[in-house]
């Protein structure tokens, strides 16, 4: 009675690797990184492959201190022909100053948590969905293609439980008003892979798979589990931090994203590719932990380095 | 969650290798009594079994110098194993002696392992065992196995299945009850444990098969939900993620038992274990050994003063 239907994959034959690191994961970090250093990390990520680096975030610098420098950062960037460089844009006006500080695609964010929604951006999610659609309408009179994100989508740090339907809900919404991915996000890594299964099977039935990614947090050691499901349902694009940068804002101390390395090594095993080039990955990763002053979250990268 | 449903084990049996394979590769020597007090909170958790020590010489293994007084000091639950490891008959019957009702052998997949390791070849260290699973058959004493270097070896590299289900045959073969493969240096991955499991499964029964999977490149969450994916119901994990890798220094060793269960119960999986009493009991040990958890479950949880 056991079913090998599902460890059998089949697996994507490519995966496409987004990486998070310059915004989500040095947002969620303590200490504010120079700008110059924002840029080589770029810079160094652009070298190994990754097709897409989330690079800033056109957030007031009265809430994120970190991503103050957002113009300085897109503009100072090598911008290499093939790899996006994708900005967070929370409103028109973030996307305004996005666009005419020469960014080419941005992301928006959405909850499945209206408790998350509130404390997070002060309004409720179906507000928050109408500032989205005067975004996606500059957007799309632009030509500027608009990333989904979705948080809290295997549980919220203020409501605890998240059910799927809600999940699926706002996905169709933010994928019916013009994003053409939706990024599904375990903000506070508390799923697992039944959770994970569960959530996608609903959302699935609203959105595409191909128009889907996962963005796993490792908070609970459960991140590359959740994506080998999400793989084996046939998702092909996850999001990843070098060096697992960015710790839990709703765990001290606690992980956050989950290591591109690590990642990148298990979809080598798998035989998936990935185009991403691993020893330039893991140097990039060291480049910014020395800047940082701070170790490495990458498990391939502590074990590789003393061998 | 209905396991059923997605075809996974209804039950798998969690064998608890921390006081033994954990604290094995730990730096700090731990004192007697605290090694005592750990298995004895682990013995109160649910574990259906807890490897408590190694009868090898204190030479080779300073750690388990004390075995004699851990295997006759620990309390003995109703329902609970207490293997121990055994690497020859000499071991075995100081075992035995000491009051094991389990023991464990250790092969390896891998020549090179198995000379610098046990310092014989493959085919030596299973004449050894075969002796110890002779007498152990006499006494009624059931045996475990081990293949080492399932995975991959620190020194030969890649590591091929058919050499693995040749070893595992071997001491299936001269009835140890259940085979657990290691990867020892966590290098394998979801590919190559698919690819070793559907070897293996061909000459062993799944029911008698279990994955020891280190995390020291972050995959063994994903290496078990594969083994489990498959049919594997028994898993070996170390509480708080006890013991390095030896072989990539200051890298870590042992998944964290905290961090399977989580996952299992998860998926609806049960395991008969209290997540937050193994918490408690790797909480114990850390402070005693004044280090902090591997388990990012533990981390977590102490953190946001929430347990799931």
């Not at chain 1, 959530?199 to 609970?220: F, W």
């Not at chain 2, 030479?59 to 609970?80: F, T, Y």
């Not at chain 2, 000499?90 to 075992?95: K, P």
């Amino acid at each position: 009675q056991v079913s090998t239907a599902a460890a059998a994959g089949p697996y994507p034959k490519r995966v496409k690797v987004v990486e998070v690191g310059p915004r989500d994961g040095l947002q969620n970090e303590k200490n504010v990184v120079p700008t110059p250093v924002k840029i080589n990390l770029i810079n160094m990520l652009s070298e190994t492959g990754l097709q897409v680096i989330e690079a800033t975030s056109f957030v007031s610098p009265k809430w994120v201190p970190q991503m103050a420098d957002h113009t300085e950062v897109l503009q100072g960037i090598r911008k290499v022909p093939g790899i996006s460089y994708p900005v967070l844009t929370p409103n028109l006006k973030g996307f305004q100053a996005a666009v005419a500080a020469g960014a080419r695609e941005v992301s928006i964010f959405g909850a499945a948590s209206e408790m998350f929604t509130k404390k997070n951006i002060n309004c409720s999610i179906e507000e928050s969905l109408e500032r989205f659609h005067e975004v996606m309408a500059a957007a799309r009179t632009a030509n500027i293609p608009v990333r989904g994100y979705v948080s809290c989508v295997l549980g919220c740090p203020y409501e605890g439980k998240i059910s799927a339907a809600k999940v699926a809900e706002v996905s169709k919404k933010m994928y019916s008003m013009g994003c053409y991915e939706i990024s599904l996000g375990d903000t506070i890594g508390i799923g697992t892979p039944g959770s994970m299964r569960e959530m996608l099977t609903m959302v699935m039935k609203e959105v595409p798979v191909g128009a889907l990614a996962v963005h796993c947090h490792d908070t609970y050691g459960q991140a590359l589990a959740n994506i080998l499901v999400a793989l084996q349902m046939g998702v092909s694009v996850v999001d990843a931090s070098v060096a697992g940068l960015g710790g839990c804002p709703y765990a001290q101390g606690a992980s956050g994203n989950v290591a591109t390395e690590d990642l990148v090594y298990m979809l080598n095993g798998l035989g998936i590719h990935t185009g991403v080039d691993l020893q330039k990955l893991m140097d990039t990763g060291t480049f910014i932990c020395n800047a940082l002053n701070r170790r490495t979250n990458s498990k391939v990268s502590q074990a590789s380095c003393r061998l | 969650q209905e396991p059923q449903a997605s075809g996974l084990p209804e039950y798998v049996k969690i064998v608890e290798v921390g006081p033994r394979d954990g604290l094995q590769n730990e730096k700090v020597i731990v004192p007697t009594d605290v090694k005592i007090e750990l298995i004895n909170r682990l013995s109160r958790t649910g574990l259906p079994a807890i490897e408590v020590t190694s009868f090898v010489s204190s030479k080779w293994v300073p750690q388990m110098a004390d075995h004699k007084e851990v295997m006759s000091g620990i309390e003995r639950h109703p329902g609970v194993q207490y293997p121990v490891l055994t690497p020859n008959l000499q071991g075995f019957h100081s075992a035995i002696a000491a009051g094991a009702t389990e023991v464990s052998v250790f092969g390896a997949a891998s020549e090179s392992f198995s000379k610098m390791n046990i310092n014989c070849s493959i085919e030596e260290s299973i004449e050894k065992f075969e002796e110890v699973a002779k007498s152990a058959r006499n006494m009624n004493i059931p045996v475990r196995g081990y293949v080492s270097c399932a995975l991959g070896c620190p020194y030969e590299g890649n590591i091929i299945p058919t050499k693995v289900t040749e070893v595992s045959k071997r001491l299936y073969s001269m009835g140890c009850y259940e085979i657990s493969l290691g990867d020892t240096t966590g290098v394998g991955t979801p590919g190559s444990m698919k690819k070793l499991l559907e070897a293996v499964m061909k000459e062993i029964p799944l029911s008698a098969l279990a994955v020891h999977c280190h995390d020291t490149y972050g995959q063994a969450l994903a290496n078990i939900l594969t083994a489990i994916q498959m049919g594997v119901s028994v898993v070996d994990s170390s509480v708080s993620g006890l013991g390095g890798c030896p072989y990539a220094k200051g890298a870590t060793g042992n998944v964290a038992t905290e961090d399977v269960i989580y996952m299992l119960n998860g998926l609806g999986i049960n395991t008969g274990v209290n997540l937050y009493a193994v918490m408690e009991a790797g909480n114990f040990i850390c402070t005693a050994l004044n280090k902090k958890t591997n388990s990012k479950v533990a981390q977590a949880s102490f953190n946001t003063g929430t347990i799931k």
